[in-house]
């Protein structure tokens, strides 16, 4: 093990190194101190009022003013938005307004702007109502009109009868009587006029129907203008009508039913004079009305411009002020109710610049005593905090979608940066369909900083935020198709000749008769010539299994090796001896030994079938292996490589635990000190620090975790190396799908001599092609490599049991903000 101990110590692997730290600031200077360590961003602050309610706190006022104003913010936007004025620019963080001076400016403003709306709201309504008012009287004044002069005609008309005037009232109906020539009031007849929205006046009829048993008569009519609604504010089709009837008691029914159906009624005057004298009136009161309300907008609209002229500035500075009351509840007074205590975690590197900031926030506020920082021993884990940048941020969020790293653990984010988009290459390898894939990343990239300032959808937001993981896909895509020799399908020789040919000189007969190879081997990647052989399949088929298993072995190797690393920097040397030794000897007892096997195979060129070797190797070990012999002591190298795969269980699952125990009955028993010699905490010196917890042991708990642990590790070490197959499988359904494409689609489509039918298959191709090869298929072979990183990968040696770094930050605050 001294060799490595030369090794590096993964430094740059591993989360930042944390310490714990705690904040004594004097009242006068806590507000500034906390605002400056908000702009610095980089201290996590721990709560010390979990037990307090919100209402409980200290600062509680503080923060439900900050509320307040908030709301009133939102109301001001809300208004500005409806006037359709445009929002001005975000100014920068900093504003040099005082939060009492704004909150009784926001005050006066909400006054005045409740003030307005509700005048406007009262012309409106008055501007609506006599609206109204002129249309039913031109609508109505016309039926009385028609009335009247059916009556002279119906006048003239009864005088011709034999009937007299006294017998005809005796006998007359209600419809009748009303085309009577006396007037309305004599003959006992009255109407109500009014206008109902279009939608209702239907049902509106049928109910006055039913109400009077028939005893009226509705008359109705569009109104020629749409009116708008004072509850939602629409432009509605209305109707006017004239609804006569006899009786008081005909009269409340249908007064009621208007009220029930929002009908408005409004008197009309059966003299035309009348009339069209208080037509006059109203359209005078409306001119006079349009000129109030257009004035009346035009002061809110400017009053609204003047807000919105401050509103980012205010809406900043208000999100900030909260941010920072929410952050001094979680703080703690002194005995003395004079000083804030507070405690969090910071990375080491800065400290320095928390120290100058707590120095500026003391001068700043003329305090007299200075804020005390120091750093104390903590009994919590440690926040993870990696330092990430546009480029890696995305990976490392791949591998915290699985679960937070552990403090100080090894991140497995660096390798995923290279390795994910790597197998992911290797299921979608099509160098045509990397290029798609490029192009579509560098207009991401390239339109970053616009599209970072937008709201995007869900998949758009998705590819934006995974750009560079797109970016290095499709150039490992764009390799493993050069590799596969595959161009939508087709293959080119672009790195020199074949290197075989057909069997006779027909070039036709490939397909049949096979190849034979003539020369050297093609340069680089898959020789053109086996696209549409009669091996092409199985060529194709064998290469991408073996480097399936070649690729699963080397990574889980690579896990399990990170596993030794982790166990080095913790020290736990038991780890290392009876969990990293065993596991890497049984996997590469086994599936190392087939990964060797593959790349001997290739080197010799030898005809040995792989199975046989393999199961063979299990059920009769000592058996001859004849032809399948790939180098001289196989036979003995596969029966100690098995005896090894035996021994590295019972070493895996026993050791461990009774070591264990030994050490804690030995810890008890006083002949050692175990993990208290480790802790440096004198408890007389320090009060506040805290003893490090130690755990009862369970000799049951811990043997059983263990026998788990190694049970999952043997079978994942079968189901794993075969999982990586899925990278075989992927590749072979995306080669195909792209030739049945090119070849049932784009081709047959060409076979035809008919611009039409050519640009259809061509359409039909390039849509193929976008929504199943790049859209679809990219998702299936992003989701597999997922699971290849989670599963096989990161089982080996990652716990991600840890929590984020998540310091107070005003433009991580206001980030969050603007995202709701």
Not at 12 to 38: C, D, N, W
Request: with cysteine; hydrophobic share 45%.
């Amino acid at each position: 093990m001294r060799i490595f101990d030369k090794l590096p110590p993964m430094d740059h692997l591993r989360s930042e190194k944390m310490i714990f730290v705690q904040l004594i600031m004097p009242v006068e200077s806590a507000h500034r101190a906390i605002t400056y360590l908000g702009d610095l961003g980089l201290l996590q602050f721990k709560d010390l009022n979990k037990d307090k309610s919100p209402f409980q706190r200290t600062f509680a006022n503080q923060v439900k003013r900050c509320g307040e104003m908030s709301r009133k913010l939102i109301f001001f936007k809300d208004q500005i938005s409806k006037a359709g004025l445009l929002s001005t620019p975000r100014p920068a963080l900093r504003s040099d307004v005082d939060l009492e001076e704004l909150e009784v400016q926001l005050a006066d403003h909400e006054s005045e702007l409740l003030e307005m709306n509700a005048n406007s709201e009262k012309l409106r309504q008055s501007y609506n109502e006599l609206f109204e008012f002129k249309l039913v009287l031109l609508k109505a004044g016309g039926f009385l009109v028609s009335a009247q002069n059916q009556t002279s005609t119906h006048e003239r008309e009864m005088e011709e009868n034999l009937y007299t005037a006294e017998d005809y009232g005796d006998r007359a109906s209600l419809l009748e009587q009303e085309m009577q020539p006396e007037p309305s009031s004599k003959a006992g007849l009255r109407f109500i006029s009014g206008i109902i929205c279009k939608s209702k006046s239907l049902k509106f009829e049928r109910m006055l129907f039913r109400a009077t048993r028939g005893n009226m008569f509705f008359h109705q009519a569009p109104a020629e203008e749409h009116v708008m609604d004072p509850v939602t504010g629409e432009m509605v089709e209305k109707t006017v009508f004239v609804v006569y009837f006899s009786g008081e008691q005909a009269k409340s029914k249908i007064v009621k039913i208007c009220a029930a159906f929002g009908a408005n009624c409004y008197p009309v005057p059966e003299d035309i004079s009348k009339q069209r004298q208080m037509t006059s009136e109203v359209l005078t009161r409306l001119s006079e009305l349009e000129a109030t309300l257009d004035a009346g907008i035009r002061h809110r609209n400017k009053g609204l411009s003047s807000i919105g002229s401050h509103l980012s500035k205010w809406t900043l500075l208000v999100r900030k002020e909260k941010a920072v009351y929410d952050t001094l509840n979680m703080l703690n007074f002194d005995v003395t109710k004079k000083c804030l205590v507070g405690e969090g975690w910071c990375p080491i590197f800065a400290k320095p610049q928390i120290q100058e900031a707590l120095q500026h926030a003391t001068i700043d506020s003329n305090s007299q005593v200075g804020i005390i920082f120091h750093v104390m021993n903590a009994v919590e884990s440690p926040p993870t905090y990696f330092k990430t940048n546009r480029f890696t941020h995305a990976f490392q969020e791949i591998v915290d979608a699985y679960g937070v790293a552990r403090y100080q653990e090894a991140n497995p984010g660096v390798y995923t940066v290279i390795t994910f988009p790597f197998l992911f290459a290797v299921m979608f390898g099509d160098w045509g369909h990397g290029i798609c894939l490029l192009l579509g990343s560098l207009v991401l990239i390239l339109r970053e900083n616009r599209l970072g300032s937008q709201r995007l959808g869900s998949f758009m937001e998705m590819a934006f935020g995974g750009r560079y993981v797109l970016l290095l896909m499709s150039l490992f895509s764009i390799y493993c198709g050069l590799i596969y020799n595959e161009f939508f399908s087709r293959s080119f020789q672009i790195f020199g000749s074949s290197a075989y040919k057909c069997r006779e000189p027909n070039l036709s007969t490939h397909c049949t008769a096979g190849l034979i190879k003539y020369r050297e081997p093609y340069r680089f990647g898959v020789d053109p010539r086996w696209r549409g052989s009669r091996t092409e399949l199985p060529f194709l088929n064998s290469l991408k299994m073996k480097m399936s298993i070649l690729f699963g072995v080397t990574q889980m190797n690579l896990g399990i090796i990170l596993s030794f690393f982790n166990a080095k920097f913790f020290g736990t040397s038991l780890d290392i001896w009876y969990q990293f030794t065993p596991q890497i000897i049984f996997l590469n007892s086994l599936f190392g030994y087939l990964a060797l096997l593959i790349v001997v195979k290739w080197c010799s060129g030898s005809q040995a079938d792989l199975y046989h070797v393999m199961i063979y190797m299990f059920l009769s070990p000592t058996d001859d292996l004849k032809e399948n012999q790939l180098f001289w002591g196989q036979r003995t190298l596969q029966i100690l490589l098995l005896l090894v795969a035996i021994i590295a269980i019972p070493w895996m699952l026993f050791p461990k635990p009774f070591i264990l125990r030994k050490l804690n009955t030995e810890r008890f028993q006083g002949r050692t000190y175990g993990i208290l010699v480790t802790s440096e905490i004198d408890l007389d010196s320090e009060p506040d620090s805290a003893r490090p917890h130690v755990e009862d042991f369970n000799f049951s708990e811990v043997f059983v975790h263990q026998m788990i642990h190694s049970i999952e590790f043997i079978l994942g070490a079968v189901s794993n190396t075969a999982s990586y197959l899925r990278l075989w499988a992927l590749s072979l359904a995306h080669s195909e799908l792209s030739t049945v494409f090119f070849e049932k689609v784009l081709l047959l489509a060409w076979g035809y001599d008919n611009a039409i039918i050519r640009l259809l298959g061509l359409a039909v191709f390039a849509f193929a092609t976008t929504f199943v090869l790049l859209m679809m298929e990219t998702l299936s072979a992003l989701l597999h490599s997922l699971r290849l990183h989670w599963v096989e990968f990161q089982g080996k040696f990652y716990y991600g049991d840890g929590y984020k770094f998540r310091p107070f930050s005003f433009a991580a605050a206001l980030a969050d903000v603007d995202d709701d």
